[in-house]
C-alpha cells in the first residue's frame, strides 16, 4: 500500500538565515517553534517532554526560541500492522537517500564557511490512525561546539551556487583525504591534536613529492595559491610559519595547551579556502604542485 513518508532531518547550530537557503530536489528548510518541536520528539522518540528538551538542547536555538529541519515528502509502498507498526521497508529507495543528502549539505555548508552546522537526528514518519507515526530514525554525532551557522544574505545565492558545483567525494583522492581531515577536525575535543589533523590536510594538499624543505615549500605554495596580490601572499607566508611553530610546539614538546581557538578556527579557514581553490582546478596534485611552483607571489592563477 503507498503511503506518504515525510522525512525530517533536524540541524542544529543554525538560525533563521538558513530559511532562506533554496535546495534541490524537492527538499526544503523548515522552523518550528520549539515547545512544538520538544513535543515532537517526545512522541518520536517515546521519552518524557522535560528529557527530549534536555537531550536534544543542540537543536533549539535559545535566542530565537525555534527548531530548523530539513524536509522532503514522498510516496512509497509500505507495510505496517495495525498498531503502525512497520513490518516491511518501504520500497522507494528515496527514503534511504534523504539522509545521506541531509548529510551532505551540511559537509557542504561546513566547507563553505565556519559554524558547526550537523544534521545529527533524523526521522521517518507517516499518518497512522489520524497522527503522525515515527516508523524510523537515525542519528549522527552530535556538534562538540555551539558555533552557530549563520547565512548574510549576500551569501545565500554564492551557497546555493557551491552546493550545486561541488559534488561529494571529491575525485581527487589527496583533495578528498584533505577534506575527511578538515570534517574530523571538527569532531575532536581536544584542540592540539583538531590543530594537527587540520596541519596535516595542508601537508596532504602541499608537500612535495621529494619532502625537501616540507614546511617552507607548503607555506610558499598556500600563499601562492591564496594570495590575491603580493602583499596577500606575503601576509599568508608569515601566518602560516606562525601556525607551523605552534605544530612544532605540540608535536615535538607536547604543549597542545598552548593552541588557543582563534588559531584553531586561522588555521581551519586556510584549509577550507585550499580545499575550495584546488576543487576549482581540477589538477592532480603533481600538475597542482608544478603550477604552484612555477608562480610567484600576487599570481592570477
Same mark, same amino acid.
Given at each position: /500500500?503507498?503511503?506518504?513518508?515525510?522525512?525530517?532531518?533536524?540541524?542544529?547550530?543554525?538560525?533563521?538565515?538558513? &530559511?532562506?537557503?533554496?535546495?534541490?530536489?524537492?527538499?526544503?528548510?523548515?522552523? /518550528?517553534?520549539?515547545? @512544538?518541536?520538544?513535543?515532537?520528539?517526545?512522541?518520536?522518540?517515546?521519552?518524557? $517532554?522535560?528529557?527530549?528538551? /534536555?537531550?536534544?538542547?543542540?537543536?533549539?536555538?535559545?535566542?530565537?526560541?525555534?527548531?530548523?529541519?530539513?524536509?522532503?515528502?514522498?510516496?512509497?509502498?509500505?507495510? /505496517?500492522?495495525?498498531?503502525?507498526? &512497520?513490518?516491511?521497508?518501504?520500497?522507494?529507495?528515496?527514503?534511504?537517500?534523504?539522509?545521506?543528502?541531509?548529510?551532505?549539505?551540511?559537509?557542504?555548508?561546513?566547507?563553505?564557511?565556519?559554524?558547526?552546522?550537523?544534521?545529527?537526528?533524523?526521522?521517518?514518519?507517516?499518518?497512522?490512525?489520524?497522527?503522525?507515526? #515515527?516508523?524510523?530514525?537515525?542519528?549522527?554525532?552530535?556538534?562538540?561546539?555551539?558555533?552557530?551557522?549563520?547565512? @548574510?544574505?549576500?551569501?545565500?545565492?554564492?551557497?546555493? #551556487?557551491?552546493?550545486?558545483?561541488?559534488?561529494?567525494?571529491?575525485?581527487?583522492?589527496?583533495?578528498?583525504?584533505?577534506?575527511?581531515?578538515? @570534517?574530523?577536525?571538527?569532531?575532536?575535543? #581536544?584542540?592540539?591534536?583538531?590543530? !594537527?589533523?587540520?596541519?596535516?590536510?595542508?601537508?596532504? !594538499?602541499?608537500?612535495?613529492?621529494?619532502?625537501?624543505?616540507?614546511?617552507?615549500?607548503?607555506?610558499?605554495?598556500?600563499?601562492?595559491?591564496?594570495?590575491?596580490?603580493?602583499?596577500?601572499?606575503?601576509?599568508?607566508?608569515?601566518?602560516?610559519?606562525?601556525?607551523?611553530?605552534?605544530?612544532?610546539?605540540?608535536?615535538?614538546?607536547?604543549?597542545?595547551?598552548? $593552541?588557543?581557538? @582563534?588559531? &584553531?578556527?586561522?588555521?581551519?579557514?586556510?584549509?577550507?579556502?585550499?580545499?575550495?581553490?584546488?576543487?576549482?582546478?581540477?589538477?592532480?596534485?603533481?600538475? !597542482?604542485?608544478?603550477?604552484? #611552483?612555477?608562480?610567484?607571489?600576487?599570481?592570477?592563477?
Amino acid at each position: /500500500m503507498k503511503k506518504k513518508i515525510q522525512f525530517m532531518g533536524l540541524l542544529s547550530n543554525v538560525d533563521s538565515s538558513i &530559511l532562506k537557503l533554496k535546495l534541490d530536489n524537492g527538499y526544503k528548510i523548515y522552523s /518550528m517553534p520549539e515547545k @512544538e518541536g520538544v513535543t515532537l520528539i517526545s512522541t518520536f522518540d517515546k521519552v518524557g $517532554v522535560l528529557d527530549a528538551r /534536555m537531550d536534544n538542547s543542540s537543536y533549539f536555538n535559545s535566542t530565537e526560541k525555534e527548531m530548523y529541519y530539513i524536509s522532503k515528502t514522498f510516496e512509497s509502498d509500505m507495510e /505496517m500492522n495495525s498498531e503502525g507498526i &512497520l513490518t516491511d521497508l518501504p520500497t522507494e529507495p528515496e527514503y534511504r537517500d534523504s539522509g545521506e543528502y541531509g548529510r551532505e549539505i551540511t559537509r557542504l555548508m561546513r566547507l563553505f564557511k565556519e559554524g558547526d552546522i550537523r544534521m545529527a537526528k533524523s526521522y521517518y514518519f507517516t499518518e497512522h490512525d489520524g497522527s503522525n507515526h #515515527n516508523f524510523m530514525s537515525f542519528r549522527n554525532s552530535l556538534p562538540i561546539s555551539d558555533s552557530k551557522y549563520h547565512l @548574510e544574505d549576500s551569501e545565500i545565492l554564492e551557497l546555493e #551556487n557551491f552546493i550545486d558545483k561541488i559534488k561529494l567525494p571529491f575525485g581527487l583522492p589527496y583533495l578528498q583525504l584533505a577534506f575527511e581531515s578538515f @570534517e574530523e577536525s571538527h569532531n575532536i575535543h #581536544n584542540r592540539g591534536l583538531s590543530f !594537527l589533523i587540520l596541519m596535516m590536510a595542508l601537508e596532504v !594538499l602541499f608537500s612535495p613529492a621529494d619532502d625537501r624543505e616540507l614546511s617552507y615549500r607548503i607555506r610558499r605554495n598556500i600563499a601562492v595559491l591564496l594570495g590575491k596580490t603580493q602583499g596577500e601572499s606575503e601576509a599568508i607566508y608569515k601566518e602560516i610559519r606562525k601556525l607551523y611553530d605552534i605544530r612544532c610546539e605540540i608535536s615535538h614538546a607536547g604543549k597542545w595547551k598552548t $593552541v588557543n581557538q @582563534e588559531s &584553531l578556527l586561522i588555521l581551519r579557514e586556510y584549509v577550507r579556502k585550499a580545499i575550495k581553490r584546488i576543487s576549482l582546478f581540477g589538477k592532480s596534485k603533481d600538475d !597542482l604542485s608544478d603550477l604552484l #611552483n612555477a608562480s610567484g607571489f600576487g599570481t592570477d592563477l
